[in-house]
Structures are given as structure tokens and as C-alpha cells.
């Protein structure tokens, strides 16, 4: 069974994603851990500790999805890798996904432990990035990179995430975002053994 703490970001990620911040209660949270309300706040400090934990536990997992081995051989095998386990990470914790990369929470800002946590997985993210760019490459270069391969995969999960795409099933799209990012990264490569 699983511990108190997890049964209770386990609830909240499940009503933020059916009710967004307004279905985020500490009593609605305590109902659906099955927890009393004062043991929620015994492991967290109200609703902002708890959209902590959430932020952090889904940039943990996002820094966790894209920490692959990296193959200087071949860098677009990396990110591709990288790329996929985004893709499960963002389908699989679909809740976090839209706390942490969604539209901005109203009375939500992330506290400073909170804040660092995104910074691990974007640096994560370009270390696997940065391998498709010269050695010399500044760190403007390594994290515009980086964004334009991220801005790829986002946009389409955004999609994805979208009442429309339930039309167009998962396995499509995530062809589609693969096929994306590998063009990009081909285009890059291109572009660097050029210069």
C-alpha cells in the first residue's frame, strides 16, 4: 500500500487534472487519499506545499524520462531516446504535465526548492541536446537549442492533450513527434558539418 504522502499527491494530481486549481481542496484531497485533513497538512503546508510537491515531482520525472546514455557516436539516437521517454512521462502523468508546462496557475508560484527542480531537468535536457552542437558552443546556443527541440515535443503534446486529438490515437502521435524531432536533428547535424 502505498504511504500517506504518495496517496495524497496521487489524489491532487488526479483532481488538478479533472478540476484544475479549483478542485484543489485540501478537504477534496483528503477525501479522495482517504486521509483526514489534518494529515495533510502534517506532510505538507496546505495547498501551496502541495503544489510544491507536485511541481517537483513532475520536473523530477521529466529530469528522470530524458537522463539517458549519451552516444557521442550518435547524438540523434540520445534524443530520440530522451525525446520517447518525454513523451511516456507527459501521457503517463498527464496531471503534472499540465502543472508544470500548462497555463499558469492562478495564487501558484513555485517556491524557490520548487523552481530549482525545473532548472535540473532543463539542464538535463540540454546536456543530451548539446551534443549535436560543436564543442566550442556558447551556453546561449546549447539552451536555444535546447528550446527549439522542446517547443517541438510540447507543441505536440499540447495537441495531443487536446479534446480534437482523441481522434488520432497515441501511438500516432507519438510517430509524429519522433518523426519531428528526428528531422530537426537531421537539419541540425546538417547545418553543423557544414560550418
Sequence with gaps: MKNSKERILLAASKLFLNGGISALSVRAIARESNLSTIGIYSHFNGKQGILDALYIEGFTRFKNAVDVPINSDNPKESILAATQGYIETAINYRGHYLLIFGESVAHYLPSDEAKKSSVAAFLQTTKIIETLLPK????????????????????????????????????????????????????????????
Design 136 to 195: 566550442d558552443a556558447t551556453f546561449e546556443q546549447k539552451r536555444n537549442t535546447t528550446l527549439q527541440i522542446w517547443s517541438i515535443v510540447h507543441g505536440y503534446i499540447g495537441l495531443m492533450h487536446h479534446a480534437i486529438a482523441e481522434e488520432v490515437d497515441s501511438a500516432h502521435w507519438k510517430g509524429l513527434i519522433l518523426d519531428t524531432v528526428s528531422l530537426h536533428v537531421d537539419a541540425l547535424i546538417k547545418l553543423h558539418q557544414s560550418v
